[in-house]
């Protein structure tokens, strides 16, 4: 069973993605996290992300570089929000994303073009999403619980960048599949959002065993 959770940056669908393979014992990939470690290790070779060879060089990233917390950075995001413009990086990362959600017994991933990509043939998809504002608002909290120094201000104009580079780019952008569920999570809490995640896939493959 391959369960495609999609949708903007800090829309709580990584959260749901982990929620749901917890629910039906299946094995998760964060996506992001892939375009994180380009990003980042396009950095570190002082190459520039918005150059598609220099990313592509990137691709080649070490493993262990997905375990280092500095791909949590929301500077990261920025990178990987960047270099995953370029086709070619997309196609480096493609057959990993594809041999991870057809492997045997099945998969959660979460992304931005699992359901229209990566995995068009998935049993169940979300496309999860909320207001611009409120993901700033959560984004926001987060990071001043981190200690982070930044203003809400600061942080909806990055959602806005990255809600407009996701979009805008022409290859694979941010799109809800026709046949994805909707979760627009502006006015519920983590746990309400879970809860309809989880009944809506159950309506697609029934309950675990
Ligand atoms: O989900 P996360 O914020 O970690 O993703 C970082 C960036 O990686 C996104 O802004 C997006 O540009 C890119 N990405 C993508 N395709 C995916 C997952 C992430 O283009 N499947």
Known sequence: MIIAVDGPTASGKGTIARALAD???LPVLDTGLLYRAVGYQTQLGHGDPDNAADALAACD???????DPALRYESTGGLASRVSIHPAVRKALFQRQ???ANQPGGAVLDGRDIGTVIAPH???K???????EE???????????????VTYDAVLADVHARDARDTGRADAPLLRADD????????????????AAIAFVETKVGRPG
């Open 61 to 67: 990233f070490p493993d262990t570089l997905l375990d």
């Open 135 to 149: 993901r700033a608002r959560r984004r926001h909290a987060e990071m001043r619980a981190r200690g982070v120094d």
């Open 180 to 195: 994805a569920l909707l979760l627009d999570n502006s006015d519920m809490d983590i746990d309400e959002a879970i809860a």
């Open 98 to 100: 594809v041999d991870f």
């Open 23 to 25: 629910h039906f014992g």
């Open 126 to 132: 979300l496309f999860v999403t909320a207001s611009p």
């Open 122 to 124: 998935a049993d169940a």
